[in-house]
Structure formats: structure tokens, C-alpha cells
């Protein structure tokens, strides 16, 4: 890894890979405790470092505030963030994301059209003064608002492409491809073979088809599914099956439900992989813990 500060004091690192790095692993609430150590009690964060080392966000779930020292012992003065969707799980953190009080620091938001507006006003609603001391408005960071259409969008040579996932409310997966490689996030979504969902099953293996690496929902087990039907969510054996169709070579599992201790995911990762075989590896993202692609 290549790291220098350019004329205008901007952080520029150059990796040789892309990573990935979990900072909020759990579905739903935030669950710390005894019970969540080794996976993470902390809500959706995980961020994304191309080779250009350009900083990329997805969603902003109590885990971003975890990230809050990294931003400014590195330096960093620009971050794009890439929300899959408005439910608290997703967005709870973005308050306590301190960098976004900095009027030296620049904040990319990023979301699917149609909803892109929806999505802003509810970001924005949860800083209203009944709930939070700082409206939106005086944050202070320069902020900038972009969707993301059907064609895809690329942040330098990272393409990214998305794809409606089976969920209550719109939400989008994404793809990330860099230098042949590619990096799939694909949460609260409910994978549903029976081509009754919003999203037909073969849309969402064709969107995966062949991926490095598939990080998806797994909030439930099967034997669970028939009380959480249409919540919008997956066993951790359906995205498994999943997983092997589409030909994905490392699947993480996430987006765990409060009430999953880890001694119980231990226990899913285990089965998981046997039932996976040789083709295809699994493993359960840990708050914390990183990758390369
Ligand atoms: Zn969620
Ligand atoms: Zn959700």
C-alpha cells in the first residue's frame, strides 16, 4: 500500500487489492452484550477501499461511529456513502458519524432512483430536533447527493451496479467491480425461488453470477421462516443455495438477528460450509474484521 498527502492535503493511499471491512454486522437493533462479542452487537457499516484507496461506505448503521477515529487519524477529508435503504438499522449511526460535523470534509451520498428522494428526507428527518440536537442542514460537512441509475455509477474506475432486493421497503444490493473483480453487498433481502417476490430469483443469481465475494442477509434459519415470511429476509441455508447456483466463490453471512448469539452463528458457519462443499466457501462477517479481493 502506497500512502502520500497531495498539494491540497488530501490522504491518498494506493492499494494493490480492493478490501472490505466489517463494522456493523447485526440486523435490525443494536445488540451488544455477553452474547454478541465475536460477531458484533453493532448495526449495518461496512466499508470498501478500492485500489485507488478512495473511502466508499455502505450504510450507516450504528457501526459507522466505530469508524470515526480511523477518519481522522488518516486524515480523511472525503468519504462516499451508499445507502441500501432508510430503516434504522441502516441509518441510526449517521448522527454520531462526527466527520460530518467538519466543514473540511466532504460526504458523497449515494442511492437508487426512484426512492433516492424518500430515502434523503428520512436521513435527514432523524436529525430533526425532536429527536436529535443538530438539524441536517448545519452539519457543517459538504454534502452532495447522487443516484444511482439503472446504468450504474463509477466512483474513479470502480464500477457500481445495484438491484432492487425482496424487502417491505425499496432496498438495494450493490456490485462492485474493480480490475476483473467483483464484490457484492446484498442485505435485507428475502430470496424467494418460488418467483412470487418483487424481484425474481433468477434476476438476483444473474446479478451475482460468478462474484469473488457475496456478503448477504442471513437473519434467519429455515426451520424460522415460516413465522418471518415477507419480512424480508433470508434463511442462512437459502443463500447458501443461492450462493452455489450463482457460482460465488466466498460468501459472508450477515445482517444477524438480535437474538442470535454466537455461539449459535459458530454453529450456523459450521453447518453452512458443510453444506456448501468444496465449490464454495463460508464465513461469518465479524464486526471488525476484514478482506481482500
Ligand atoms: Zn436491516
Ligand atoms: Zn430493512
Redesign the pocket.
Known amino acids: 500500500m502506497l500512502k502520500w498527502v497531495d498539494k491540497l492535503g488530501y490522504n491518498c493511499i494506493i492499494n494493490k487489492i480492493m478490501k472490505v471491512k466489517f463494522w456493523g454486522t447485526r440486523?435490525?437493533i443494536p445488540s451488544p452484550g455477553k452474547n454478541t462479542v465475536k460477531y458484533g452487537g453493532n448495526t449495518?457499516c461496512v466499508e470498501v477501499i478500492p485500489k485507488n484507496g478512495k473511502e466508499i461506505i455502505i450504510d450507516a448503521g450504528s457501526g459507522i461511529r466505530l469508524m470515526v477515529d480511523k477518519i481522522i487519524s488518516e486524515g480523511i477529508k472525503e468519504i462516499s456513502l451508499l445507502l441500501t435503504h432508510s430503516?434504522w438499522?441502516?441509518i441510526q449511526g449517521f448522527p454520531f458519524f462526527t466527520p460530518i460535523y467538519n466543514d473540511n470534509f466532504s460526504l458523497n451520498i449515494y442511492g437508487v432512483s426512484p426512492t433516492f428522494e424518500r430515502l434523503l428526507d428520512i436521513l435527514k428527518g432523524q436529525m430533526d430536533f425532536i429527536y436529535w440536537p443538530v438539524k441536517f442542514e448545519h452539519i457543517g460537512a459538504n454534502v452532495n447527493f447522487k443516484k444511482i441509475d439503472n446504468s450504474g455509477i463509477s466512483i474513479d474506475n470502480v464500477k457500481i451496479n445495484s438491484i432492487m432486493t425482496n424487502h417491505p421497503l425499496e432496498t438495494h444490493a450493490f456490485k462492485f467491480e474493480e480490475s476483473g473483480k467483483v464484490f457484492i453487498f446484498m442485505?435485507?433481502n428475502e430470496l424467494d425461488h418460488l418467483h412470487t417476490a418483487k424481484v425474481p430469483y433468477k434476476k438476483h443469481l444473474e446479478f451475482v453470477k460468478d462474484a469473488d465475494v457475496l456478503v448477504h442477509d442471513a437473519q434467519y434459519k429455515k426451520e424460522e421462516m415460516k413465522k418471518f415470511k415477507g419480512w424480508g429476509h433470508s434463511s442462512w441455508q437459502e443463500v447458501v443455495s443461492f450462493a452455489k447456483k450463482a457460482g460465488v466463490k466466498k460468501l459472508y453471512l450477515t445482517?444477524y438477528d438480535p437474538d442470535r448469539n454466537d455461539l449459535e452463528v459458530d454453529k450456523i458457519i459450521k453447518e453452512a460450509n458443510k453444506m456448501a462443499g468444496d465449490s464454495l466457501t463460508v464465513r461469518g462477517a465479524i464486526e471488525g474484521e476484514s478482506f481482500e479481493i
Open positions: 440486523g435490525s449495518t430503516h438499522d441502516h442485505t435485507d445482517h
